[in-house]
């Protein structure tokens, strides 16, 4: 069954970093698109960054020129290298692939806070 599973998120001061990274398992990993979403409070879950197989990214325009999103195919594993973090980057982050249907990952919280 596919599987996601993320790691790497936690407090950190304004203007830090964090490394997310996603585990995938379940589906052939090479030929799937990946993203990255998040979810604060009382907002709604949005596309933070993707990378399609053949490496192509997009981002949102908020995490532009900050965010990093990046992928290991011999690993099964999706990166996303977060730096000069802003309090507004709070939010819980999932990991998702689209198959047949959207798959989810657990979440990791983010919390952005000095």
């Known amino acids: 069954q596919v599987q996601l599973v993320e790691s790497g998120g936690g407090l950190e001061q304004p203007g830090g970093s964090l490394r997310l990274s996603c585990a995938a398992s379940?589906?052939?990993?090479?030929?799937?698109?990946m993203g990255w979403y998040r979810q604060a409070p009382g907002k709604q879950r949005e596309l933070v960054a993707s990378?399609?197989?053949?490496?192509?990214?997009d981002y949102a325009e908020s995490v532009k020129g900050r965010f990093t999103i990046s992928r290991d195919n011999a690993k099964n594993t999706v990166y996303l290298q977060m730096n000069s973090l802003k309090p507004e980057d709070t939010a819980v982050y999932y990991c998702?692939?689209?198959?047949?249907?959207?798959?989810w990952g657990q979440g990791t919280q983010v919390t952005v806070s000095s």
């Open positions: 998702n692939t689209r198959l047949r249907r959207d798959y």
């Open positions: 379940g589906f052939i990993f090479s030929i799937a698109a």
């Open positions: 990378i399609t197989n053949n490496g192509k990214i």
